[in-house]
């Protein structure tokens, strides 16, 4: 399947014009297998700086498949994954950020703690500290909390600051909302908002549309880890 997304949309799945503007990932004819299940089969898609793209699809559609390969944790079975030019999602991983289902956090650690840990893992590249990590999502750097003390909404934007230390110019997202009551949700989709002006590129899944709609230039439903469609999205902020 190829399918061209409007020219307002500013994105294509399948292969690129030459006058198209710069990606910072593309997917050409991308299968991922686990044995003789394919979790991907033959995506294609040209991901641009700026956007925020929202994956939807039933449980197994390849969702979080696709995050990891884009991530680098995953190498594609068929097909090639090219990140911000020409180099391979696992030689530019300072570059990506990645935030899974679950928080990659300590719970005996406090905030500031847990990201000083992290930051040390990024050898060789500028990041932030943790303080700015923490005020960029939103919480209070000083605050002597124990991370398994804290609620699921800040839980989940300290994960979103451990993923920001490294500056990524793309940002992968997997279900940032779960858990999360409506104010948090609120706040999340703010922080994301401001994060995509800034010309990064932001793939993220959920299974509640509603809540990303206000930020998602493109919508992309997966089914049985093909894509399926690929809408223009109404973003808000």
Same mark, same amino acid.
């Given at each position: 399947?190829?399918?061209?997304?409007?020219?307002?949309?500013?994105?294509?799945?399948?292969?690129?014009?030459?006058?198209?503007?710069?990606?910072?990932?593309?997917?050409?004819?991308?299968?991922? =297998?686990?044995?003789?299940? /394919?979790?991907?089969?033959?995506?294609?898609?040209?991901?641009?700086?700026?956007?925020?793209?929202?994956?939807?699809?039933?449980?197994?559609?390849?969702?979080?498949?696709?995050?990891?390969?884009?991530?680098?944790?995953?190498?594609?079975?068929?097909?090639?994954?090219?990140?911000?030019?020409?180099?391979?999602?696992?030689?530019?991983?300072?570059?990506?950020?990645?935030?899974?289902?679950?928080?990659?956090?300590?719970?005996?650690?406090?905030?500031?703690?847990?990201?000083?840990?992290?930051?040390?893992?990024?050898?060789?590249?500028?990041?932030?500290?943790?303080?700015?990590?923490?005020?960029?999502?939103?919480?209070?750097?000083?605050?002597?909390? =124990?991370?398994?003390?804290?609620?699921?909404?800040?839980?989940?934007?300290?994960?979103?600051?451990?993923?920001?230390?490294?500056?990524?110019?793309?940002?992968?997202?997997?279900?940032?909302?779960?858990?999360?009551?409506?104010?948090?949700?609120?706040?999340?989709?703010?922080?994301?908002?401001?994060?995509?002006?800034?010309?990064?590129?932001?793939?993220?899944?959920?299974?509640?549309?509603?809540?990303? /709609?206000?930020? /998602?230039?493109?919508?992309?439903?997966?089914?049985?880890?093909?894509? /399926?469609?690929?809408?223009?999205?109404?973003?808000?902020?």
């Amino acid at each position: 399947m190829t399918t061209n997304v409007p020219e307002a949309g500013r994105s294509t799945l399948g292969a690129r014009p030459e006058n198209a503007r710069p990606t910072n990932a593309q997917l050409v004819q991308v299968s991922k =297998l686990f044995g003789t299940f /394919a979790a991907l089969r033959q995506v294609s898609l040209s991901l641009e700086p700026g956007c925020c793209y929202v994956l939807l699809g039933e449980n197994g559609a390849g969702k979080s498949t696709l995050l990891r390969v884009l991530a680098g944790l995953l190498r594609p079975t068929h097909g090639t994954v090219r990140v911000f030019g020409d180099s391979q999602p696992h030689d530019a991983r300072a570059r990506i950020g990645y935030m899974s289902h679950a928080p990659m956090l300590y719970d005996e650690l406090t905030a500031q703690e847990n990201l000083r840990y992290f930051s040390s893992l990024y050898s060789g590249r500028p990041c932030l500290t943790p303080a700015e990590a923490l005020r960029q999502v939103g919480l209070d750097p000083d605050l002597n909390r =124990l991370f398994g003390q804290y609620s699921q909404g800040m839980r989940q934007r300290t994960s979103l600051a451990r993923v920001l230390l490294s500056v990524p110019e793309l940002l992968l997202l997997d279900e940032p909302f779960s858990n999360m009551d409506v104010e948090s949700v609120r706040q999340m989709v703010a922080l994301l908002a401001g994060f995509r002006q800034s010309d990064r590129t932001i793939v993220l899944t959920t299974h509640q549309r509603e809540h990303a /709609a206000p930020i /998602a230039d493109f919508v992309i439903t997966l089914h049985a880890g093909r894509v /399926a469609s690929v809408d223009p999205g109404s973003p808000t902020q």
